[in-house]
């Protein structure tokens, strides 16, 4: 039997970097350590050491333990767009098998326990997702080596992969105003640029409108989570107000999900009363009736590039970020139609 430092790991209830560290010092007996005594103990008696069987277990293969953590007290993995993510990430790991041996924990900050998990897990590091605070991000710092942040909005001195969100709000608002819109309206988070450390898609529509000289109206704006039944009460209420916009920029394509079907239920008609685009490119989004116009983000490549950046992270040592950025394209849909 193949016996590997994952296999004494789920043997003694440790993390494979422990196993690691502590048979790094070729199985010598640590006084007083009982956590080293117990881990040596159970690499003898499943013949780690025997010859042969040590030095392919141990020979070039780096092990350690790394984290997924959301840090989103609104989103979840459950989300297309972070399942996708998630399993890019996955993906990723099984590519580093040869050169690696890769423990990957999740962790989700609205599930209780949420901070002593981590502590418990002694991760080498973690990739990072969702939309937090900076007191959420210190918190991590103290309790995790090596950080990596995945997804559309920029963290400052932060090591991240990057699929930057202002740029594709912006090419979003183009869309519109090439195809005839004046009056341009957004759902999505609108109060979260002043509570959250990363949200930019509200900033970017209302820089978009001074771009073209268009002027602000409040009214034409609704606060939103990013789910569709959040979109869907949003649009009710922006609906409700009398004073319609003829194009709306939602948040990401699940609350536009919902924005559709709350113009549906009201009677309006997309795209000939309003057009509407979305942000990510979830499966769905080609599916709806209309079909989504949309930006397309590379989600799966987040996920990966996120692994290779922190194995970077955790190797190397080095102490500056260092930011991947990827990009992300409009795709025109039926949503969206040039107003005569």
Excluded: W
Excluded at 97 to 114: M, R
Excluded at 165 to 186: L, R, S, Y
Excluded at 301 to 318: N, P, Q
Excluded at 329 to 338: A, C, G, K, P
């Amino acid at each position: 039997m193949q016996v590997t430092l994952k296999t004494i790991a789920e043997q003694t209830g440790v993390s494979i970097s422990t196993v690691s560290r502590i048979l790094s010092k070729d199985g010598r007996r640590r006084s007083g350590d009982t956590t080293a005594e117990t881990v040596i103990k159970t690499a003898k008696e499943l013949g780690y050491f025997d010859k042969g069987i040590f030095q392919f277990s141990s020979a070039k293969k780096k092990c350690h333990t790394i984290g997924c953590t959301f840090i989103s007290d609104h989103e979840s993995f459950v989300s297309p767009f972070f399942a996708e993510l998630l399993a890019g990430i996955r993906e990723e790991i099984k590519n580093q098998e040869n050169l690696y041996e890769l423990t990957l924990l999740t962790f989700n900050c609205t599930e209780a326990g949420f901070e002593q998990s981590l502590e418990n897990a002694h991760l080498d590091g973690s990739i990072i997702l969702g939309r937090t605070t900076r007191e959420r991000v210190n918190s991590l710092k103290a309790t995790i080596p090596h950080l990596v942040y995945a997804g559309l909005n920029r963290m400052e001195d932060m090591n991240q992969v990057l699929c930057d969100a202002k740029k594709g709000i912006f090419a979003v608002v183009d869309h519109f105003v090439e195809t005839g819109h004046m009056k341009i309206g957004f759902i999505g988070p609108a109060r979260a640029e002043t509570q959250l450390l990363n949200e930019y898609r509200y900033l970017a529509y209302r820089e978009a409108l001074e771009k073209y000289n268009l002027p602000f109206d409040k009214n034409l704006v609704a606060d939103s989570f990013l789910t569709a039944s959040d979109g869907y009460q949003a649009t009710q209420k922006l609906l409700s107000g009398g004073n319609r916009p003829t194009a709306i920029v939602c948040g990401n394509d699940n609350l536009a999900i919902g924005v559709e079907k709350a113009c549906a239920d009201s009677g309006i008609r997309i795209p000939e009363d309003i057009a509407i685009a979305g942000f990510d490119n979830i499966a769905d989004a080609a599916f709806l009736r209309p079909s989504l116009t949309t930006i397309d983000v590379p989600k799966r490549d987040l996920g990966r590039y996120a692994v290779k950046l922190l194995l970077d992270c955790i190797e190397s040592g080095r102490t500056y970020p260092i930011i991947i950025g990827l990009p992300s394209h409009l795709i025109v849909r039926e949503s969206t139609v040039r107003r005569k």
